[in-house]
């Protein structure tokens, strides 16, 4: 069997036993192995793959540029082989010519953009949800636009890759959404009809309406009407089958001219009658003075009456038919119907006319006189003038008036005024504004400053006027008058700004430095044998006034002999024995230098030779001889100075190191040699210096005045830059001569160099004259035609602004800055201009001619229905005839021209009017009456007595008044009375839009004020009525309080704490604590600690001197021998000392102090066991200083430190060492320095400023490189550089209240009647708070109600029914009356019925149209007629929604009108039903769905009503399958298989058993496109194609393909398998380590810290 395996067995054979050949045979398998795939498959294996193409090159910008790109050959399975492999003629280009772009081609090319095409469909995914060819909301489309790269200049297309160098490419194509088609959507019926007959056959119908129509595609409306035969019970007798039906009136025309036979008939007896008396003298029965009066009367009526063509009204007439038809609609001869009377044929009417205009005038002077472009372009304007007016139904007038925009033309146009706005100088800076309520500062503003707030006034000035900086500038002062600030346009400059005042520096000054030698008091001037000590200190800290403001800097002392030069012991040399010894007594040299009073060195040549120190003699110990220490330093001077009972002593010490041997030794001195006390500070307690007084106010020297007056000439004019130079004035001061603890002495006791001046020149402030304004023009007095402007005295008024204050002695301004005047009388002649209709009188009654109208049954030539006109002219308020036009544009719709008229026949009854209502006797249950009366010879006819046909009197109930009142609506906002002033108000200064600016601070703002309710008047009727009916005045008024604002409240802060470190940097903190939190909009707290919200914490760095406090060691005791030989004197000991920390001054170590402030690391040795030398022992020195380490510390350097000898051994004895070495350690003993530099400290701010500009400092440390801060010395001696900044300036924000405007007028009422008016007002933000400051209240805005006013309306009556004038049907009309109403002014309900009178000051109108129809035509069928129903109601407008989302087609909202039939042979008759569809906006989105019960299946929308059409064009539920269990998830419906399936774009989760348990939403997928574009979603807009559904998406791939084309496994497959492989090897570890059990952890011990850290609270400064 082994032979006959072949394959990988015998490669892993040759692979273990020879590898070379191994690999040969593996790339002789693989060679043969692509000559397979190449050669046996049909596809190739190989590819060519091209990069993007690179950045386009080139020398130059434009055409003429090249790119490139890569290209190389790949796998089908991705991977990288040779280019070999692939087939070279189809090998890519990888260079081509290019666009090289710049970017100056931005302005040349951009995207061009086309609009988006249709929503195209795509094929639907087949899920087997629903059928093919079913849409459920929407389907997805795709939509395209043209997208390209064009030259902006003329749209030339250009290479897309310019636009893309600048701006990726738009999208060109993207999602869409198709609605499905929408079914006309119809209600349900309605109840079936009375039968049409009440015996025989007849029909009922019912009917109903359109609520949605077909969309996109969708089922037409079916039917609107069903019919059903009915029959109540069987006809007793033959009922008529004709009727006689009336056709509609004609057109208007001309009656055609009499016949002959009509014109020679004779008149008539009235005719006759009328001509006699107008035959008879009219004049003669008249006296002359009666005939004039008749004569001015026809004059005034011949001037009244319009003949001109305007009126040129004509009567014609109008002509209809009648006819008789059968019930089945035929019409036959007038015969048939024998007992109908027929009704006028004839008619008078109105002969149209349409409107004739004149030609269009000239155009009128362009309302903009000058030439300005930036300003906007005036109008003008030009008539026409009407000729004919329309009657008759004639068109109508077009536009009387035509107005254009216009610029003057021509050379002489002069300039336009423009305006701008012009501040005054900003007032005085205030701090106060700026305080909190709790601030004490409030009751002593002295010495405020820091951050404060000014205001200025904003006013409105010409812009060519530059505001004078001198009053006696001659500018002109008309055109520095500030006008309306209406003419300002742009945003208002700001009326408050930010200021500050600069904090007085506080001088500081050094601590005193140490006293000087004696010293002459001049050294140039030696003549004077009088000599001082001084001590001096320098100012740390400059204040703002110069030194005048600094203690004094000098002290001096009185000394004997003085001398300019000294001498300066620096040290002592090694002592020498005299005569060449080796021991024995000898001398120590000084080592001197010769100072001047100053402490330089100076030549030695100077000092007196004879004042050089002598040599001290000194001793060094033989063998034998006592041991002594060198002395020590001097101690610090006890005293200052010397006086009688004190005196200053300095000591120094020194010790025994070893004993004599006794014999032949020098022995130890006694106690008291081992000590030395010297006097110090001999010069006597009298201190004195130079004390100054401050410096006196800056006045007027003689001397610099006169000097000032000549250099400076005569004074001109000055100019617009020159400004005069302020005068030089001289101050003064005190100085005197000041003796310490005693007072002022006198001053030759003090030293006459260092006394301070006296006297020094000072700048006199310049005076500044106040600047004001022009008075402004007076304002316009009201229009005489303002309601009530002659009941009210009118004022008008003019102001001037303050420019600039008076100062420094200036000229003050004047009082007066606002006058006021009554405004003149108006001319009794002066009139309001209005225009009015004036009517005319009636002319006669115009009847049908005879001719036409003689063959009627029963019509008389005289009498009868008619129609008469009148004329209308249009008059000015004054009487005065005024142009048509003008009325119709002013006095509202013309008055009726033309009117019905009867002329009363000898048989009819004629009556006087009625008469007015009689007055009532009592209110409510009194009546009152009115009455007309019988005319002529009716009062002898028998029918005209009838008094229920014409009744001579009317009765009626008296109108109650009484009225019932009661409040309406909710009360308004807590209001403040007007104009109310209290004291403490503080109102920042300042004019926003004419008003003041009110800061919210001011106590205007809160307190008492009033809030109203609205009162309603009704009557017995329950009418609303006027409520001063109610002897109301409209309101309830009640008390309210707004409340006050109150602050966050801090206590003061508290003392500052210690520096937390006693060397270096630290910080120190100090504490507010809450006192009471803010209400009502007060000023918040700043930001509290988190821990206990009540405190608020600042810190800063500190910094303390290391050098500050000292150890201070006292001599070491004497030896304590603890072996003692009472003979030798020495062996084994232990010497003490006191260490104590003291404080460091200038003069040395002076107070002790607590130790812990001294750093304990530093602290001395208080003890130390060494032994004391036997006689003749070597004796040493105590070691000096170790030396310092070589930086950096390396480990490798060494320290050393040494010791010398004090006393020889004996012969054959040896010394001990006298030098030790150390290796210098880093951290031990050798340190590296650095500076360390802390954080920016809170910003600091004077004690008397609030906010505004302060200092934030920095802390330098020199920090060791163990970490410990040591003296900034160490880092000095290294030279280390110091670049940082230690101080920097820095803003603290101020807390400024927000600013409000003050309140606006009360803007008119919201309604002009009813319940619901309101009148509001505003304020604006005119300065947001700030930091810390009062914030805005939330409400900018109070309203109250408006007094309740009755709403009265025109409103028609309901239509009444069609009458046709004495037939069964036909044309007829139909009427309503106009009434008036009075309402609440809400929707509810229609009102109540009034009396006209009160509607008399409206237009004729109703619901805003003026054309008032009272009549109309209307059709009354005939029996047996079908016809349309009357227009049903609009729909509800709904929505084109998909899942509930609304697309952008728009919604749409439907009528309909049905047909109804009377007869059943006559339905084939009925006309087309009819429905209508508009647009319409917030439309609703509603659902239909299909809702069963047992019995009952309907379709339902979702607003529950009931219709057809619209549900899911699925089989209703439970007709053709069933589902079991019911499908009543949502978005769930029952499929023809019997299955719940979910609906398009929802999928189905099922449960264990199967079951649909609910449908979830799909997310919207995004197709991919070609070149990688995003597709958006959209929604397609009435699509005109179908869709269909194919079996997937043609083109994509949306599963992965584990094999290649060759058959085999691609790699990634194994990638796969290997990462599953360690992820579950990661798993079995994971699962390991969380099952094992954990080890208990060792418990670690606390080790508490020496040093507790200090807590820190962040305070909210963002420096911190």
């Not at 005045?705 to 101050?731: D, F, I, V, Y």
């Not at 070149?1571 to 194609?1585: F, I, L, R, Y």
């Amino acid at each position: 069997m082994g032979l006959g395996v072949r394959g990988p067995l015998s490669a892993c054979v040759c692979r273990l036993t020879i590898p070379c050949l191994w690999r040969l045979l593996l790339l002789f398998c693989g060679v043969h192995a692509v000559h397979a795939q190449t050669s046996g498959d049909s596809k190739p294996v190989y590819f060519w793959e091209t990069g993007p193409w690179g950045r386009c090159m080139g020398s130059e910008c434009g055409p003429g540029g090249s790119q490139s790109r890569a290209v190389w050959c790949a796998h089908v399975e991705g991977w990288t082989t040779l280019p070999t492999n692939c087939l070279q003629v189809t090998r890519p280009a990888n260079q081509q010519s290019c666009f090289r772009v710049c970017d100056w081609h931005r302005e040349l090319y951009d995207w061009r953009l086309g609009t988006w095409g249709q929503c195209m469909p795509v094929a639907p995914r087949s899920d087997g949800g629903h059928p093919a060819g079913t849409c459920l909301q929407a389907e997805e489309g795709i939509q395209t636009r043209d997208v390209r790269c064009a030259l902006r200049a003329d749209g030339s297309p250009a290479p897309d890759a310019i636009c893309e160098y600048f701006e990726p490419q738009p999208l060109v194509e993207q999602a869409c959404l198709i609605p499905c088609p929408r079914d006309c959507v119809v209600s349900c019926f309605s109840p079936w009809t009375a039968c049409s007959k009440t015996c025989g056959l007849g029909l009922q119908n019912r009917a109903r309406s359109v609520l949605a129509p077909p969309r996109f595609g969708g089922l037409p409306c079916p039917n609107l009407t069903e019919f059903r035969t009915c029959s109540l019970r069987t006809c007793d007798s033959r009922e008529a089958p004709f009727s006689l039906r009336l056709g509609a009136w004609g057109a208007c025309a001309t009656p055609p001219p009499p016949s002959p036979a009509t014109l020679a008939q004779p008149p008539s007896r009235p005719a006759r009658q009328a001509r006699r008396r107008k035959g008879k003298g009219q004049d003669g029965g008249r006296d002359p003075e009666t005939r004039e009066l008749i004569k001015s009367k026809r004059n005034r009526n011949r001037l009244n009456r319009q003949e001109s063509d305007l009126w040129n009204l004509e009567v014609g007439v109008q002509e209809r038919q009648v006819a008789c038809v059968h019930r089945n609609g035929s019409t036959v001869t007038l015969s048939r119907c024998p007992h109908w009377g027929l009704p006028d044929l004839h008619q008078s009417c109105l002969m149209p006319a349409a409107c004739v205009l004149s030609e269009w005038a000239a155009w009128a002077p362009c309302s903009k006189t000058c030439a300005e472009p930036s300003t906007p372009k005036g109008a003008r304007t030009r008539h026409r003038q009407i000729q004919q007016l329309p009657v008759g139904g004639g068109a109508e007038c077009p536009l009387l008036e035509e107005t254009e925009p216009c610029e003057p033309l021509g050379d002489g146009v002069p300039p336009c005024t423009t305006y701008t706005w012009r501040t005054t100088e900003w007032g005085e800076c205030r701090v106060d504004v700026l305080l909190s309520q709790q601030d004490r500062r409030r009751g002593n503003q002295t010495g405020l400053c820091g951050g404060g707030l000014q205001v200025r006034e904003v006013f409105c000035l010409q812009a060519s006027v530059e505001l004078p900086s001198d009053p006696s500038s001659n500018q002109d002062q008309s055109a520095l008058q500030p006008v309306d600030r209406q003419l300002c346009a742009g945003p208002v400059p700001s009326t408050s700004q930010l200021c500050h005042l600069s904090c007085p520096i506080e001088c500081e000054v050094s601590p005193w430095g140490v006293w000087g030698p004696c010293t002459f008091e001049n050294c140039n001037d030696q003549t004077v044998r009088k000599g001082f000590k001084f001590r001096r200190r320098k100012i740390t800290n400059y204040p703002t006034g110069g030194e005048g403001s600094c203690p004094h800097l000098v002290e001096a002392v009185p000394c004997d002999d003085p001398s300019c030069v000294t001498w300066r012991l620096l040290g002592l040399e090694e002592c020498v024995p005299d005569g060449d010894m080796d021991c024995g007594p000898g001398t120590q040299l000084p080592q001197v230098l010769c100072i001047n009073n100053n402490g330089m060195e100076v030549s030695r040549e100077l000092c007196d030779e004879a004042g050089v120190p002598d040599a001290v003699p000194c001793v060094v110990p033989c063998p034998k001889d006592c041991v002594l220490s060198p002395w020590t330093p001097w101690s610090t001077c006890s005293q200052t100075c010397s006086s009688k009972t004190a005196e200053g002593k300095q000591m120094r010490t020194r010790a025994i190191l070893a004993y004599s041997a006794g014999e032949g030794g020098a022995n130890c001195p006694n106690a008291s040699a081992l000590q030395e006390v010297r006097t110090c500070n001999g010069h006597a307690c009298v201190v004195y210096h130079w004390q100054t007084g401050p410096w006196g106010p800056c006045t007027d020297d003689p001397s610099l005045t006169t000097l000032n007056s000549s250099a400076a000439g005569p004074r001109t004019a000055p100019s617009g830059l020159e400004k005069p130079p302020c005068p030089t004035g001289m101050q003064n001061r005190k100085v005197i001569c000041v003796k310490v603890n005693v007072g002022q002495v006198p001053p030759k006791k003090c030293p006459e160099v260092p006394r301070p001046a006296s006297v020094r020149s000072c700048a006199l402030p310049c005076k500044k004259d106040c600047i004001v304004t022009p008075f402004s023009e007076w304002s316009d007095c009201p229009a005489p035609c303002e309601p009530g402007a002659g009941a009210r005295k009118s004022l008008q008024s003019r102001f001037r602004i303050v420019i600039q204050r008076a100062a420094n002695g200036g000229l003050e301004c004047p009082e007066v800055l606002h006058e006021e005047r009554e405004c003149e009388s108006l001319p009794l002649n002066s009139f309001c201009p209005g225009y009015r209709w004036k009517t005319h009188k009636w002319h006669r009654c115009q009847l049908v001619p005879w001719s036409l109208r003689r063959e009627n049954k029963g019509a008389q030539e005289t009498c009868g229905a008619g129609l008469q006109t009148r004329a209308v002219s249009c008059r000015q308020l004054d009487s005065s005839v005024a142009d048509v036009g003008r009325c119709l544009k002013f006095a509202g719709s013309m008055p009726a021209v033309s009117q019905l008229c009867q002329l009363p026949c000898r048989d009819d009854c004629q009556l006087t009017s009625w008469s007015k209502f009689s007055a009532c006797t009592s209110d409510c249950v009194g009546v009152r009456t009115r009455r007309r009366a019988l005319v002529g010879k009716s009062k002898k006819k028998d029918k005209c007595k009838n008094g229920q046909m014409y009744p001579l009197s009317e009765t009626q109930y008296c109108p109650c008044d009484k009225y019932n009142a009661q409040p309406v609506g909710n009360w308004s906002d807590c209001i403040l009375p007007e104009g109310r002033t209290e004291g403490g108000a503080l109102a920042v200064g300042g004019v926003v839009g004419g008003a003041s600016v009110r800061v919210q601070e001011d106590s205007r703002e809160c307190g008492q004020g009033y809030r109203y309710q609205a009162m309603v008047c009704y009557d017995q009727g329950n009418r609303l009525v006027e409520t001063s009916r109610c002897n109301s005045h409209g309101y309830i008024e009640e008390a309210c309080v707004i409340p006050c604002p109150s602050d966050c409240k801090l206590s003061e802060w508290s003392n500052w704490s210690r520096c937390s470190k006693s060397c270096g940097s630290g910080v120190k903190v100090r504490s507010k604590w809450l006192r009471e939190k803010p209400y009502n909009g007060g000023r918040p707290c700043p930001k509290l600690d988190h821990i206990s919200q009540a405190q608020v914490y600042e810190v800063v760095p500190c910094v303390s001197d290391c050098s500050q406090y000292v150890w201070v060691a006292e001599p070491w005791s004497a030896w304590k021998v603890s072996n003692l030989d009472l003979k030798e004197k020495c062996g084994e000991g232990v010497q003490t000392r006191r260490v104590r920390c003291m404080l460091n001054t200038a003069d040395g170590p002076t107070d002790t102090v607590e130790d812990y402030l001294c750093d304990p690391e530093e602290m001395p040795s208080g003890t130390r066991e060494s032994r004391l030398p036997c006689p003749e022992d070597c004796v040493l020195s105590d070691w000096s200083s170790w030396t310092l380490c070589e930086l950096p510390c390396s480990g490798r350097a060494e320290r050393r430190r040494t010791a010398y000898t004090l006393r020889l051994p004996k012969e054959g004895g040896d010394c001990p060492r006298s030098m030790e070495v150390e290796p210098c350690l880093l951290n031990r003993n050798c340190y590296h320095y650095s500076y360390n530099i802390t954080d920016w400290s809170t910003c600091q701010l004077s004690a008397s400023a609030v906010c505004g500009n302060g200092l934030k400092t920095r802390m330098l440390d020199c920090v060791r490189s163990d970490g410990k801060s040591v003296d900034l010395k160490y880092c000095e001696e290294l030279g280390l550089g110091r670049t940082w900044r230690m101080n920097a300036s820095c803003t603290v924000e101020c807390p400024v209240n927000c600013q409000l405007s003050a309140w606006s007028s009360w803007t008119e009422c919201s309604q002009s009647c009813g319940l619901e008016g309101k009148m509001s007002r505003r304020r604006s933000v005119v300065q947001a708070s700030q930091g810390d400051g009062r914030p805005c209240p939330p409400h900018l805005e109070q309203w109250k109600p408006c007094p309740v006013r009755p709403c009265y309306r025109w409103q028609y009556s309901p239509w009444s029914e069609c009458r046709v004038e004495d037939v069964v049907c036909g044309e007829g009309r139909r009427f309503r009356n106009l009434s008036c109403f009075v309402s609440d002014g809400s929707t509810e309900g229609p009102g109540s019925s009034v009396d006209e009178d009160l509607c008399s000051s409206l237009d004729h109108a109703v619901d805003g149209d003026l054309a008032v129809v009272l009549e109309e035509a209307c059709t009354l069928p005939c029996p047996g007629d079908c016809y349309l129903m009357e227009w049903s109601d609009w729909s509800t407008c709904q929505a084109v929604c998909v899942r509930g989302q609304q697309l952008d087609v728009g919604g749409v909202q439907a009528r309909s009108r049905a047909a109804v039939a009377q007869e059943p042979e006559n339905i084939g008759q009925c006309p087309e039903q009819e429905w209508q569809s508009r647009p319409c906006s917030d439309g609703e989105c509603l659902e239909y769905r299909w809702v069963i019960t047992p019995g009952l299946i309907w379709c339902e929308r979702s607003d529950g009503t009931n219709v057809t059409g619209g549900c899911p064009p699925t089989s209703p539920p439970g007709l053709e399958q069933s589902c079991d269990p019911p499908c009543d998830e949502p978005r769930s419906f029952c499929s023809e298989d019997g299955l719940c399936m979910c609906e398009e774009g929802y999928t189905a989760v099922l449960s264990v058993e199967g079951q649909l348990e609910q449908c979830t939403q799909i997310p919207v997928l995004e197709i991919p496109m070609a070149g990688g574009t995003d597709v958006e979603t959209s929604q397609g807009v009435e699509p005109t194609t179908g869709t269909t559904e194919g079996p997937g998406r043609p083109g994509r791939t949306w599963y992965l393909q584990p094999f290649g084309p060759d058959g085999k496994l691609k790699t990634w497959v194994y990638g796969v398998a290997a990462g599953a492989f360690v992820l579950l090897v990661f798993i079995v570890s994971m699962v390991y380590l969380a099952c094992k059990k954990p080890k208990k952890p060792q418990r670690r011990q606390n080790n508490t810290s020496r040093l507790k850290p200090l807590t820190l609270a962040y305070d909210g400064d963002a420096d911190m």
